[in-house]
């Protein structure tokens, strides 16, 4: 896929029925810990509609260890700090073993920005000290190439509804879904990779 399918597939998956229901469910009933559920609804929909159906030719795996050098949060126990999780890996169309990455996040209580603001904190580290190299802990001979990042976060109780803010200097876009009662907000932003072919 390319980063504009990549942004499609994450924004069609999020104006399904099925996930709009279940947030105005999680709305309603003020449910906390939901991001585990989004990230397999998300791994359902990838492999039932966007594979099964438009037949889409892409490989997806999630949470796989990419290894890194060091942690931009000190308070990280040292063996935590050996590597980053993104939420799901999809393959990209500019080359094999290139891949887009993404990173959910939901919030309740009005700290999306802030939440999300650490997701991209996280990786413009690790992007600085590697580039666009993908080192996976499970499979450390092979090298993979980042295309980017996609960050997605959904708010039941969001603190701001300006259309675009930019958390360290990646633009979040928001975006409204009407529910059968209320709005689904949620925000999406990318951070490319620069300069790779001198990488």
Known sequence: MNQDQVSKCI???????????AIATITKC????????????????LETVVYGKHKQKFDWYREYKINTHSSPNDEE???????????????SDQGDDSYYLIE????????????????????????????????????????????????????TNPSDLLSSIKVNEV??????????????????GFLPIENKASS
């Open 77 to 91: 126990s040292e063996e935590k700090s050996k590597y980053i999780i993104p939420d799901f890996w999809i393959s």
């Open 30 to 45: 003020k449910i906390t810990g939901w991001e585990g559920w989004l990230q397999v609804e998300f791994a359902y929909y």
């Open 11 to 21: 924004k069609d998956f999020l104006e399904t029925d099925r996930v709009k229901e």
């Open 171 to 188: 633009a979040l876009e928001l975006v409204e879904v009407p529910l059968e009662e209320g709005m689904l907000y949620y925000r999406i």
């Open 104 to 155: 959910f996040k939901r919030s309740n209580s009005r700290s999306l920005p802030g939440d999300m603001g650490e997701d991209i904190t996280k990786w413009k580290a690790h992007i600085e000290q590697c580039t666009d190299e993908l080192k996976c802990g499970s499979d450390p001979e092979n090298t993979y190439t980042n295309c980017g990042v996609f960050f997605v976060g959904i708010d």
